[in-house]
């Protein structure tokens, strides 16, 4: 059943947008494609090397590779052995769980766990989307509440949404959340040999925790710590930017002390980091956060969220495929609409979940007792706990679908 329609405007071409454009030129699981033309506005002249490192679940990766980008992530993407989760205090390994190792996530989910920089993500969308010339793609171009009028808008415009602000204006700006994530990337050829990985690494600490993992096919590691700024004696910039040029002191003065010297000479053999303040919005609450009128939210500016479920990028992307489906369905307005019911619950879930998690990766309190408890809960049933189905599996009948790759 292909749709014939009107054009459909679209603000911002990061990871959401990109890839919704992509989806669009595909036929949706079994039905015929949508003929109706995307136009993307890019208010950035040229799309940048913002955002560092992302870990891809299979619940995205399975999206992206039906698409037909397999071989471009694989050649530019890390498919990690394990997942290792130590304590920050003394390097113990709490719990692992095989990804690639034992074909672990591919066979149970049908499509990898991968890993890899932001800015190679978006530059396969960005030439598969170019490539079907399907796409009215403007860069350079600010979207402006005026243009609006007539058409049918999908803000994926990230977490400081004009889309957003213009037409939820009584929605609440985004709260920092207290926390900030120095952001670095080391080649590993340049690195001792024991901090040299094959895997996704996290290490647990009180108000803090360090994650390590390959990018760039394994050539470079991808460092995060992130860390409740309330404790920095050097209070970072709350502004709303989203890449800076990290003040150092907060690494120097309040994670360097804390951990343990095998890891902190990984974190001193970094020669730059970058600064990423935190924002995020609650949870969505029902559908009529995502859409009103003619006018959908897809990504970080329907439901931006804290990194500590590494799903952000991961939601956006299936966002696109949720709209995809309902475009090819019915009428513009229709679809939206159908798309907002469908995805609110499950955003609204990953978005709990991240916030829940920060909160146990950071625990801290008198005696110790909260992380004492969360280390044994992770020591006996770590490989549970760190294997979501509900989130991997995407939804009914997808754990039964054939791998993809
Ligand atoms: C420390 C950290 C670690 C993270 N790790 C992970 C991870 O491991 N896995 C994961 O899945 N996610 C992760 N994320 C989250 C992920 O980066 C975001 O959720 C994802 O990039 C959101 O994609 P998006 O397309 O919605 O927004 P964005 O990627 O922010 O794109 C928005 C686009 O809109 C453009 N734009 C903005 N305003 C306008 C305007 N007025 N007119 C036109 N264009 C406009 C912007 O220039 C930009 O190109 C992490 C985030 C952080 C901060």
């Known amino acids: 059943m292909g749709t014939v329609n009107s054009d459909l405007r679209v603000v911002g071409a990061g990871i959401g947008g990109l890839s919704l454009a992509l989806a ?10 949508a003929e109706r033309r995307l136009v993307i506005q890019e208010k950035t002249p040229v799309l940048s090397e913002v955002g560092a490192g992302l870990q891809l679940g299979p619940n995205a990766v399975r999206h992206l590779f039906s698409w037909g980008l397999a071989s471009e992530l694989r050649s530019v993407a890390f498919e990690p052995q394990r997942l290792i989760i130590h304590s920050l205090l003394n390097g ?16 149970q989910y049908g499509a990898p766990y991968l890993t890899l920089r932001r800015a190679d993500l978006q530059q396969i969308l960005l030439q598969a989307v170019n490539k079907t010339g399907a796409t009215d793609l403007q860069l350079n171009q600010a ?8 058409s049918c808008v999908i803000g994926a415009d990230g977490l400081w949404s004009s889309v957003r602000a213009s037409v ?26 024991a901090w040299r990985s094959d895997s996704v690494r996290v290490w647990l600490g009180p108000r803090c925790h360090v994650v390590a993992y390959p990018v760039a096919a394994g050539e470079q590691l991808n460092i995060v710590a992130i860390a409740n700024q309330k404790d ?9 930017t989203w890449d800076q ?14 951990t343990p010297a ?30 009103r009128g003619g006018v959908a939210l897809l990504g970080d500016a ?52 991240s916030e829940r998690n920060g909160r146990i990766f950071h625990a801290s309190g008198p005696f110790g007792w909260v992380q004492k408890a969360r280390d044994a809960s992770l020591r006996l049933f770590g490989p549970q706990l760190m294997d979501p189905a509900w989130l991997y599996g995407g939804g009914p009948g997808l754990l039964q679908s054939p791998p993809l790759n």
């Open 24 to 33: 669009h030129t595909r036929p949706p699981r079994g039905l015929g494609r």
């Open 92 to 107: 113990e390994i709490l719990a692992q769980l095989p990804l690639a190792e034992q074909g672990r996530i591919l066979n």
């Open 143 to 150: 979207w402006q509440p005026e243009a609006m009028a007539g």
């Open 168 to 193: 939820w204006p009584e929605a609440q700006a985004p709260k920092a959340t207290g926390h900030v994530a120095w952001r670095a990337l080391v080649s590993q050829k340049a690195l001792p040999p």
């Open 232 to 240: 920095l004696q050097a209070a970072a910039s709350t502004t709303a």
């Open 245 to 258: 040029d990290a003040d150092l002191n907060g690494v120097r003065t309040f994670l360097l002390p804390k």
């Open 262 to 291: 095998a890891l902190r000479s990984l974190l001193e053999a970094v020669p730059a980091w970058r600064q990423w303040p935190l924002f995020d919005r609650p949870p969505v609450r029902s559908a009529a956060d995502m859409v």
């Open 302 to 353: 329907a439901h931006p969220m804290r990194p500590y479920f590494a799903q952000g990028a991961a939601m956006a992307i299936e966002d696109a495929a949720e709209l995809t489906d309902a475009l090819s369905e019915c009428s513009v307005e229709l679809a939206l609409s159908r798309y907002a019911q469908r995805r609110w619950e499950r955003c609204a879930r990953v978005q709990s979940a």
